[in-house]
């Protein structure tokens, strides 16, 4: 009970101080709102976001903005074919003024890393952010060192079809709380872009900071608070399990998968002024959580089946609870 009081405290300050970053990152990304929102969920619910669409629709900049709307370190690192994994993660060197080994940190080590073009790195360099996407944390030559909090990394990637790119391993997927798409600004939205933005190059150069680290941290904590009634946990359960039977799914939900949905879930009631989750933020939720965790059977996949679609064909056939246990 005090735990749910404490929610109730902090969701309409939680909410107040979300939607003011939401606006002062729309500052710069016109008409993306859904997409603005849902990468500061993802962050308040201590995960990682991919952004998958084609070059030029915002993607880099709703990374920048998003850092320097918190006034956090960030960094960005640039996948290429030649990037090495110790550019990723650090790499110990020895100091010849010192006469001893020294760790130089690599671009992991701040509070939000832009991971811009992933899939244009090899399988072996994209596998240099699995220990940090998981434990907050890299080992360097038997010496883990500790990432500062909050942490997330928001990666961008072409379509695969595109040329030289490789397609992320499963188990970088699954690390990924959410995946998402940018998608191309409606009329209105992109005349007011050009109206704007037309004469500037660096448009995130004119945002100010409207929140810190401690701000996101303490949003983290209230998050945390957020109430999920049995029923609800239930429904979850029931999602994984279906997603495991279905006849066209050879890979279904992993428990880290529903452990996922519940974490974005409070995330997102909190960042509505809510101390307790729906079942419509579940179902809002699954597709950008669950969907790129999903693999189809080779029969499905011939038939040109979409994953997105087997799972709402699913989110169909689940009850969905009707009342709320506080």
């Known amino acids: 009970m005090a735990r749910q009081r404490s929610a109730m405290r902090g969701t309409a300050g939680f909410a107040s101080g979300f939607d003011q970053i939401v606006a002062n990152v729309e500052r710069v990304i016109q008409g993306k709102e ?193 109430h999920v009634a049995p029923s609800l946990k239930g429904y979850i359960v029931d999602l994984a399990e279906a997603t495991r039977s279905h006849p066209r799914i050879a890979l279904g939900m992993s428990p880290r998968s529903a452990l996922a949905l519940q974490r974005a879930s409070r995330s997102l009631a909190a960042s509505l002024g809510r101390e307790y989750v729906v079942p419509d933020d579940l179902k809002t939720l699954a597709i950008p959580v669950l969907e790129h965790r999903l693999m189809l059977t080779p029969e499905a996949q011939l038939d040109g089946s979409d994953a997105g679609e087997v799972l709402e064909d699913i989110l169909e056939t689940i009850p969905v609870p009707t009342t709320r246990a506080r």
């Open 34 to 226: 859904e997409a603005v929102r849902l990468a500061l969920v993802c962050m308040v619910a201590e995960g990682h976001l991919l952004i998958e669409d084609v070059p030029g629709v915002g993607k880099t900049t709703l990374a920048k903005a998003l850092a320097t709307s918190i006034r956090c370190d960030w960094s960005r690192i640039q996948f290429t074919p030649d990037l090495l994994p110790s550019d990723v993660t650090g790499v110990t060197v020895f100091s010849r003024s010192k006469n001893s080994f020294e760790f130089r940190p690599g671009g992991i080590f701040a509070n939000i890393v832009l991971g811009d073009e992933i899939n244009r790195a090899s399988p072996k360099t994209q596998s240099a952010l699995l220990e940090a996407m998981e434990e907050r944390q890299v080992t360097v030559d038997a010496t883990t060192y500790r990432l500062p909090q909050p942490f997330m990394v928001l990666a961008t990637q072409n379509p695969v079809e595109h040329e030289g790119t490789y397609p992320l391993p499963d188990s970088q997927l699954d690390r990924f709380l959410m995946r998402t798409t940018m998608g191309y600004p409606d009329r209105g939205s992109e005349i007011e872009m050009l109206d704007r933005h037309g004469d500037e190059l660096d448009t995130v150069a004119e945002l100010s900071a409207v929140a810190d680290p401690s701000d996101i941290e303490a949003m983290i904590a209230t998050a945390r608070l957020v």
